[in-house]
């Protein structure tokens, strides 16, 4: 069964730093897609970053590259999201989640990803 449990949330000044985790199980990264997703309150859910197994690639979504760096560590079987120069504008409930299917990063952010772990919330304060 694929579980994934995401913490590492909480509350961060403008131009802070956080690092959220997802603990997964149940799987291993060389056969699934994993990213980061997040929803802001009355938005829709919006991908943020994840590698595809299809072209062993990161992806970004504009409005976090240059600041947010995914990275797993595969011997823990865990992924991680390094989020720096946070803004008000990222407050949100961050996801992880992961996918067996073969499609790009691209895909994989716009349509989303099979399994899902509990959100973490973040909260960048102005």
């Known amino acids: 069964e694929v579980q994934l449990v995401g913490s590492g949330g909480g509350l961060v000044q403008a131009g802070g730093s956080l690092r959220l985790s997802c603990a997964a199980s149940?799987?291993?990264?060389?056969?699934?897609?994993i990213g980061w997703f997040r929803q802001a309150p009355g938005k829709e859910r919006e991908g943020v970053s994840c590698?595809?197994?299809?072209?062993?690639?990161?992806y970004y979504a504009d409005s976090v590259k240059g600041r947010f760096t995914i990275s797993s560590d595969n011997a823990k079987n865990t992924v991680y999201l390094q989020m720096n120069s946070l803004k008000p504008e990222d407050t949100a409930v961050y996801y992880c989640?992961?996918?067996?299917?073969?499609?790009?990063?691209?895909?994989?952010?716009?349509?989303?990803?099979?399994?899902w772990g509990k959100g973490t919330l973040v909260t960048v304060s102005s």
């Open positions: 149940g799987f291993t990264f060389d056969d699934y897609a």
């Open positions: 590698f595809s197994i299809l072209d062993i690639s990161t």
């Open positions: 989640a992961a996918d067996h299917g073969f499609y790009s990063g691209t895909y994989f952010l716009r349509y989303g990803m099979d399994h």
